[in-house]
């Protein structure tokens, strides 16, 4: 009987399953927020659960345990320093799933999984890039113009050494190469 099994397999072997939620885990801590599928979403969710509970208890052997599992110092750190905090108050319920459709290659079901806490951080990143890409366009704009100047007192040149009376001889259109295994087409 399977009694108490709950692994979620994915079609993998354990060494390649246990890497894979590993480095699913270390791109949530990073990205925050990480785009996959259903099945691979509700597979992390525990762990990555796991992971903060182990942040929010922060003594050496928490942090070793985390580590053996992720295998990622820059991820644990920011689990331990940043994300477990946040989420000090929970009793646990960390992430979400939001469900985003199908995939339109194999129609595989996607789903974002993200922190509870997220929204707060990424509200505040978002308010300092539009005040940083504000600044930067304004320079970009002034050495554009006299460049566009330049073309314009070419072009009225070129267009008196022509005749007006003469128009320009149409271009051939060229045949299109069209590739079907490796042959050219007979055309």
Request: positive net charge; charged residues 40%.
């Amino acid at each position: 009987m399977r009694h108490q099994k709950k692994t979620i397999k994915l079609g993998r072997t354990a060494e390649h399953r246990k890497a894979l939620l590993a480095n699913q885990v270390c791109s949530l801590i990073e990205h925050q927020r990480i785009k996959t599928t259903l099945a691979k979403a509700r597979a992390v969710r525990p762990l990555a659960e796991r992971m903060v509970t182990l942040g929010k208890n922060g003594s050496l052997h928490a942090r070793r345990t985390a580590l053996a599992t992720l295998r990622q110092r820059n991820a644990v750190k920011k689990l331990f320093d940043d994300i477990a905090p946040r989420s000090a108050e929970r009793n646990g319920g960390y992430t979400r799933i939001v469900k985003l459709g199908y995939r339109r290659s194999d129609s595989a079901c996607m789903a974002f999984i993200e922190w509870v806490d997220m929204t707060e951080v990424v509200e505040q990143k978002a308010t300092e890039e539009k005040k940083r890409k504000k600044k930067p366009a304004e320079p970009k704009a002034e050495q554009i113009e006299p460049e566009r100047v330049e073309p314009k007192e070419e072009e009225p040149a070129e267009k008196e050494e022509k005749p007006a009376g003469e128009p320009a001889p149409p271009e051939e259109a060229k045949p299109k190469k069209r590739r079907w295994f490796g042959r050219k087409s007979s055309e």
